[in-house]
């Protein structure tokens, strides 16, 4: 099948990308790796030692990230859909985690230990209709946040990737009422034409 124009520019945009240059030159899996290490730099989500869960992990550039920085007490459990070529030190389950078979899993992997780090950076595959790409994003972060809100101890953070649009401003309501503080973040590693975001909720309440 012939190649679209729009997927032969966004290859070659994809290739010049000094950011995916970047990633292949310092072993990252993906360039979203950079947009994970700004944050932290600024709101210092990572802490030696902490339990991360890693929503929709695949293909685990955030993971290597999270990995790096932990420490040997640290552990990232890492979950989605798609297989996750392994890591390592990231413990990985394949499966929805809006079912109850993967949280099972997950909780006996915790053993008993408490999540102090939600991360996703879900994105839907993208159609083009933009109505109906927001609505999906919008829908992968709602699912991020139940999580983040059932399952982090008090006092944990939460990172997650939505887009500007229909939603949004209900969301940062949402997000406001579970957590202390709520900031959002345009890492440079995040195209300028993209509507993407990222939100960080600091310190869950009880």
Same mark, same amino acid.
């Given at each position: 099948?012939?190649?679209?124009?729009?997927?032969?520019?966004?290859?070659?945009?994809?290739?010049?990308?000094?950011?995916?240059?970047?990633?292949?030159?310092?072993?990252?899996?993906?360039?979203?790796?950079?947009?994970?290490?700004?944050?932290?730099?600024?709101?210092?989500?990572?802490?030696?030692?902490?339990?991360?869960?890693?929503?929709?992990?695949?293909?685990?550039?955030?993971?290597?990230?999270?990995?790096?920085?932990?420490?040997?007490?640290?552990?990232?459990?890492?979950?989605? /859909?798609? *297989?996750?070529?392994?890591?390592?030190?990231?413990? @990985?389950?394949?499966?929805? %985690?809006?079912?109850?078979?993967? #949280? +099972?899993?997950?909780?006996?992997?915790?053993?008993?230990?408490?999540?102090?780090?939600?991360?996703?950076?879900?994105?839907?595959?993208?159609?083009?209709?933009?109505?109906?790409?927001?609505?999906?994003?919008?829908?992968?972060?709602?699912?991020?946040?139940?999580?983040?809100?059932?399952? /982090?101890? *008090?006092?944990?953070?939460?990172?997650?990737?939505? @887009?500007?649009?229909?939603? %949004?401003?209900?969301?940062?309501? #949402? +997000?406001?009422?579970?957590?202390?503080?709520?900031?959002?973040?345009?890492?440079?590693?995040?195209?300028?034409?993209?509507?993407?975001?990222?939100?960080?909720?600091?310190?869950?309440?009880?």
């Amino acid at each position: 099948m012939k190649a679209s124009k729009t997927s032969k520019q966004w290859m070659r945009e994809h290739v010049n990308d000094p950011y995916v240059q970047r990633a292949q030159k310092d072993g990252y899996r993906s360039r979203a790796a950079y947009k994970l290490l700004e944050i932290d730099e600024r709101d210092h989500l990572i802490k030696p030692g902490m339990v991360v869960v890693d929503l929709g992990a695949t293909p685990g550039g955030w993971c290597q990230v999270v990995a790096g920085k932990l420490g040997q007490q640290g552990r990232i459990i890492a979950l989605d /859909l798609l *297989p996750l070529d392994p890591l390592p030190r990231v413990e @990985f389950i394949q499966g929805d %985690f809006r079912e109850d078979s993967v #949280l +099972a899993q997950l909780e006996e992997m915790l053993e008993g230990r408490q999540i102090g780090l939600v991360i996703s950076d879900m994105a839907p595959n993208m159609s083009g209709v933009s109505s109906a790409d927001q609505a999906r994003s919008m829908y992968l972060a709602e699912l991020a946040l139940d999580f983040a809100v059932k399952h /982090l101890a *008090p006092g944990g953070s939460f990172l997650v990737k939505v @887009f500007q649009g229909v939603g %949004f401003e209900d969301y940062l309501k #949402l +997000a406001r009422s579970h957590f202390e503080k709520v900031v959002t973040r345009k890492p440079k590693a995040s195209r300028d034409r993209s509507s993407e975001q990222y939100l960080v909720g600091l310190s869950k309440l009880e």
